[in-house]
């Protein structure tokens, strides 16, 4: 019964900045790694940022290609995720998907699509120069 679903997404110029959200339905038990893909036309989906906060540690990852630019982070209650884009490129262009899978960002393939199980249908970011 887990759902994810998106919002945040838009059109900006190239510099600015957005905040996606992710609102998960439904609980994932035990250690579970949360993440953002992007996929721009004709391209194959990759990963963005992941990220798995317990009571004990909390573990990101980023892109090289996003990093000091992209922040990921949850909130308290482990409801919602987010991902702040700031200094948008032309290149960050793409359709943007949370995911969860109920196993550890340390585990193999954080950043690999088909290990994620959950799913939300994406929002549009559009950067324009």
């Known amino acids: 019964q887990v759902q994810l679903a998106e919002s945040g997404g838009g059109s900006v110029q190239a510099g600015g900045s957005l905040r996606l959200s992710c609102a998960r339905s439904g609980y994932i038990y035990g250690r579970v790694c949360m993440a953002w893909f992007r996929q721009g036309p004709g391209q194959e989906r990759e990963g963005v940022a992941a990220?798995?906060?317990?009571?004990?540690?909390?573990?990101?990852s980023y892109a090289d290609s996003v990093k000091g630019r992209f922040t990921i982070s949850q909130d308290n209650g482990k409801n919602t995720l987010y991902l702040q884009m700031n200094s948008l490129k032309p290149e960050d262009t793409a359709m943007y998907y949370c995911a969860a899978r109920s196993a550890d960002c340390r585990s193999p393939g954080p950043f690999m699509p088909s290990t994620y199980a959950y799913w939300g249908q994406g929002t549009q970011v559009t950067v324009s120069s």
């Open positions: 990220s798995t906060t317990g009571g004990d540690y909390t573990y990101t």
